[in-house]
């Protein structure tokens, strides 16, 4: 299996706490992303703060931005600045098992080989589970950093 360098875009608003125990979370993976954006559309500094603790606490790097209160600004601001290969969303609040990228890698490599755009079903321990993939060919600042961008949300 290839290695893949995910850039995980947490977008918060107001939730400092559930935002600690998320990136606790990220810190605690087998296969460590690449990078980690958070991105802060709240109107104080608690996120920030809360980002600092993770930091020092797991020794996370967190690139931190603010941007204008609306996910969908969210996400583009951490589009922006990703520099990984696979974009990953996560909501602020999620709390991922301790092997989510390795087995999101797994899963990943075998769809690769069926082509952009389109789906890939898995059956971990008995339950269905459904990853979709859109590759990201209207960001120009991707496409032009040669690099293959691809949007995983889990379903």
Same mark, same amino acid.
């Given at each position: 299996?290839?290695?893949?360098?995910?850039? @995980?875009?947490?977008?918060?608003?107001?939730?400092?706490?559930?935002?600690? @125990?998320?990136?606790?979370?990220?810190?605690?993976?087998?296969?460590?992303?690449?990078?980690?954006?958070?991105?802060?559309?709240?109107?104080?500094?608690?996120?920030?703060?809360?980002?600092?603790?993770?930091?020092?606490?797991?020794?996370?790097?967190?690139?931190?931005?603010?941007?204008?209160?609306?996910?969908?600004?969210?996400?583009?601001?951490?589009?922006?600045?990703?520099?990984?290969?696979?974009?990953?969303?996560?909501?602020?609040?999620?709390?991922?098992?301790?092997?989510?990228?390795?087995?999101?890698?797994?899963?990943?490599?075998?769809?690769?080989?069926?082509?952009?755009?389109?789906?890939?079903?898995?059956?971990?321990?008995?339950?269905?589970?459904?990853?979709?993939? $859109?590759?990201?060919?209207?960001?120009?600042?991707?496409?032009?950093?040669?690099? $293959?961008?691809?949007?995983?949300?889990?379903?």
């Amino acid at each position: 299996m290839e290695s893949i360098d995910f850039s @995980v875009i947490v977008c918060t608003r107001n939730r400092p706490e559930a935002l600690f @125990v998320c990136l606790g979370s990220i810190a605690k993976q087998t296969q460590t992303p690449y990078e980690v954006i958070v991105v802060d559309g709240s109107g104080d500094d608690s996120s920030e703060r809360q980002c600092r603790n993770a930091s020092f606490k797991w020794g996370l790097i967190i690139k931190y931005i603010r941007a204008e209160r609306s996910l969908t600004e969210q996400r583009n601001a951490g589009i922006r600045q990703n520099r990984g290969e696979v974009v990953v969303f996560l909501d602020d609040d999620v709390i991922l098992d301790k092997h989510y990228f390795q087995k999101m890698a797994a899963y990943f490599s075998r769809c690769q080989s069926r082509g952009e755009g389109t789906r890939c079903t898995t059956h971990p321990k008995g339950k269905s589970k459904t990853m979709a993939m $859109k590759t990201l060919q209207n960001f120009p600042k991707l496409k032009n950093r040669g690099k $293959k961008a691809v949007a995983v949300w889990d379903l």
